[in-house]
């Protein structure tokens, strides 16, 4: 799986890198990479337990250039029935770029690919144990403007939080794929709703814990 990871690093990247020094993605239509986003959590499941969560979370990038961004993003997950909660965090840079096919004013395909640090950190886990674990992210998507007001963001990556343990508690090494879609309905320029369903496949411990079917909805000002 880490090899699988390797490959989409060593070829997504490049690739989008390649055919943005070969076209400007300041085109009308093309998706803002500098905003701010909150966004509620009122559901998902934490497969390997018979426990749901909620939750809320932040997220913001800053585009540097036309064609590289940074982000940011940061979760609190309250598992119900359980003291226990989980924080997730990442900070990231990444190149985009845009493809308008020709449609009518203001559609088109943005894509973009990430590579990223992550945290994961389990609170309360046995008693007042925490457990918590650092690596790195790569993941790639889409943001399809299928209209001036509609964005469709299918999105995938690879994540390897290296050791997750502290407290005398190891949730040995977990690392696995991620994947979503997001909506974003644009009020105006600026500002725009948002819902997305995930998944994750990362089998942490000897329980296999996974964040399943977690569904958000949240507000975004871009800049």
Same mark, same amino acid.
Request: charged share 20%; aromatic share 14%.
């Given at each position: 799986?880490?090899? &699988?990871?390797?490959?989409?690093?060593?070829?997504?990247?490049?690739?989008?890198?390649?055919? &943005?020094?070969?076209?400007?993605?300041?085109?009308?239509?093309?998706?803002?990479?500098?905003?701010?986003?909150?966004?509620?959590?009122?559901?998902?499941?934490?497969?390997?337990?018979?426990?749901?969560?909620?939750?809320?979370?932040?997220?913001?990038? &800053?585009?540097?250039?036309?064609?590289?961004?940074? *982000?940011?993003?940061?979760?609190?997950?309250?598992?119900?029935?359980? $003291?226990?909660?989980?924080? $997730?965090?990442?900070?990231?840079?990444?190149?985009?770029?845009?493809?308008?096919?020709?449609?009518?004013?203001?559609?088109?395909?943005?894509?973009?690919?990430?590579?990223?640090?992550?945290?994961?950190?389990? $609170?309360?886990?046995?008693?007042?144990?925490?457990?918590?674990?650092?690596?790195?992210?790569?993941?790639?998507?889409?943001?399809?403007?299928?209209?001036?007001?509609?964005?469709?963001?299918?999105?995938?990556?690879?994540?390897?939080?290296?050791?997750?343990?502290?407290?005398?508690?190891?949730?040995?090494?977990?690392?696995?794929? $991620?994947?979503?879609?997001?909506?974003?309905?644009?009020?105006?320029?600026?500002?725009?709703?948002?819902?997305?369903?995930?998944?994750?496949?990362?089998?942490?411990?000897?329980?296999?814990?996974?964040?399943? *079917?977690?569904?958000?909805?949240?507000?975004?000002?871009?800049?």
């Amino acid at each position: 799986m880490k090899k &699988a990871a390797i490959l989409i690093s060593a070829s997504v990247l490049p690739f989008v890198a390649f055919t &943005a020094s070969a076209a400007p993605n300041d085109q009308p239509g093309a998706p803002s990479y500098t905003y701010f986003q909150g966004d509620y959590i009122p559901d998902g499941s934490l497969e390997g337990t018979s426990n749901d969560y909620d939750g809320f979370g932040f997220e913001g990038s &800053a585009a540097i250039t036309n064609h590289v961004f940074v *982000n940011g993003r940061y979760d609190r997950l309250d598992v119900d029935n359980s $003291r226990t909660d989980v924080n $997730r965090g990442s900070v990231g840079i990444g190149l985009n770029d845009f493809y308008d096919y020709g449609g009518p004013q203001g559609t088109g395909v943005g894509y973009y690919g990430t590579v990223s640090y992550e945290r994961l950190g389990l $609170r309360n886990v046995r008693g007042s144990d925490d457990a918590t674990g650092t690596g790195f992210g790569v993941d790639a998507g889409l943001r399809w403007m299928v209209d001036p007001r509609v964005e469709i963001n299918p999105h995938g990556g690879y994540v390897d939080y290296g050791s997750v343990s502290g407290d005398g508690v190891n949730y040995g090494s977990p690392d696995g794929w $991620r994947y979503g879609v997001r909506t974003l309905g644009y009020l105006s320029d600026n500002v725009a709703l948002s819902a997305e369903y995930s998944a994750t496949e990362y089998d942490i411990g000897n329980q296999g814990l996974d964040f399943d *079917n977690e569904i958000r909805v949240g507000a975004r000002y871009a800049f």
